[in-house]
């Protein structure tokens, strides 16, 4: 890539001195932070280095931290819209480790393949012309007609563009290698590494050059970084364009470090109301010793609503109760036993600090569309509801409070998870929850 700093080296996308001088990334991380909330919780753990002679930007990690540096020209010259996609895209290379694992070789053409399955996630309009996506021709209007590779350029554009979207790194990897013009580009580094602009959407230098132990300690820090912002978007509710596949891909790449007792307890902790009341042992700091102060307490209505259909066997059932018992530790929830109706006549608040012997009150069909119904007539008396269940039912639709499912072990939602919803499977063994 070029390092002249008052050009960026990619066609159509060369700010002035002038623009690229007044150039600031703050304003546009801060409208990913309204708009794209994974996204912006993930970068914010990311040190952002302006290079003047960065032609375009990239992601790396060097000492166990994580770095994104963008060059001022070719940021500058993006859109609104290309800054999402630009910034989603680097985001993209550290979720799927790609600065971090060893490299496909040739790595030329594991970069194209890296870009065209990162790419196939974002939306068309939001990639600068010079990036890769599957269905989309090469911008080829830095190689003249009568260039010597202009043919090799437009049989790999051809071949792209007749690809389809959402496939693996390898698969677009081992579709690439059996192309003969790809052959060809690199075999003549004049044409293939060195054309500026053909598929340079973003920087991949210094990838893969780590010893194995800075290798697991890149990947540990990625991780770390990753779980942070899904657990944020899981605790908020607030994925922005995020799809729910991608949010189950995601809640899977970190399973490992998440535990059923800490998400139950983070559920609960962030389904608290304020209570207030006035008292005269507190004094009130705008009308001093003439009205009361104001006591405040913080106390979490949960309800806990058990599936006792046919399909949850008494061990299922035995494994939820001891999951309650665990929560019973922790605080006093609303506790509803349900099957094709929520059985009223049943429903009891289990104190802190109880321990109550398995019961089963129902054996009949499920429908979590009854719970639904029953929670939105009951509005207020719930902050947060957890359906304990084996997921055999139709979708019930959004939840008029904050919802978590706790599935019991080999067990799934038999529709996707409703936005915000948090999913949480507990392990037999090992009694870890695992992302669904």
């Excluded at 008052?6 to 001088?21: K, L, M």
């Excluded at 053409?109 to 309009?125: C, Q, R």
């Excluded at 936005?419 to 695992?434: E, L, R, S, Y």
Aim: charged fraction near 25%.
């Amino acid at each position: 890539m070029a390092n002249d700093k008052n050009s960026s080296g990619i066609p159509g996308y060369t700010a002035t001195p002038e623009q690229a001088a007044a150039y600031d990334l703050q304003p546009h991380l801060i409208n990913m932070l309204l708009t794209e909330p994974f996204f912006a919780e993930l970068m914010r753990g990311v040190t952002k280095i302006r290079d003047e002679k960065m032609p375009t930007a990239g992601v790396c990690v060097r000492d166990g931290e994580l770095y994104l540096y963008y060059g001022p020209t070719f940021m500058a010259a993006l859109n609104a819209d290309e800054h999402y996609g630009v910034l989603k895209h680097e985001a993209y290379h550290l979720i799927f480790q790609h600065c971090t694992s060893r490299r496909l070789e040739p790595h030329k053409v594991a970069n194209w393949a890296g870009d065209l399955a990162i790419n196939s996630l974002i939306p068309e309009n939001e990639l600068p012309r010079c990036g890769l996506r599957p269905g989309r021709a090469l911008d080829l209007s830095a190689i003249p007609t009568d260039h010597p590779s202009r043919k090799e350029w437009e049989e790999l554009s051809d071949l792209i563009k007749s690809f389809p979207l959402n496939e693996s790194m390898e698969w677009y990897f081992a579709e690439l290698m059996k192309s003969q013009a790809a052959q060809s580009l690199l075999n003549n580094p004049g044409d293939g590494e060195g054309q500026i602009g053909i598929g340079d959407m973003d920087s991949h230098d210094g990838w893969g050059e780590m010893t194995e132990e800075e290798r697991q300690v890149a990947q540990a820090k990625v991780k770390e970084a990753l779980g942070k912002a899904v657990k944020q978007c899981d605790r908020n509710g607030q994925w922005g364009t995020v799809s729910a596949p991608m949010r189950e891909t995601l809640r899977k790449m970190i399973e490992d470090s998440i535990d059923w007792r800490k998400v139950l307890q983070n559920f609960v902790g962030t389904s608290q109301r304020l209570n207030k009341s006035s008292t005269i042992r507190r004094i009130n700091r705008k009308y001093p010793y003439i009205h009361p102060g104001t006591q405040r307490s913080h106390t979490a209505h949960v309800g806990v609503f058990v599936d006792m259909s046919g399909s949850v066997g008494d061990e299922d059932l035995e494994r939820i109760y001891g999951v309650l018992g665990g929560l019973a530790k922790k605080v006093t929830f609303t506790f509803a036993p349900f099957d094709y109706t929520v059985d009223e006549a049943n429903i009891f608040e289990w104190k802190k600090g109880q321990k109550k012997p398995p019961v089963r009150f129902r054996s009949g069909g499920t429908s979590f569309i009854a719970v639904n119904e029953y929670v939105k007539k009951h509005r207020s008396l719930f902050d947060g509801v957890i359906i304990c269940t084996d997921g055999e039912a139709e979708d019930p639709g959004p939840s008029p409070v904050r919802r978590c499912w706790v599935l019991v072990p080999g067990t799934k939602l038999l529709f996707p998870t409703p936005p915000g919803d948090i999913v949480v499977t507990m392990d037999k063994v090992k009694q870890k929850a695992q992302a669904a």
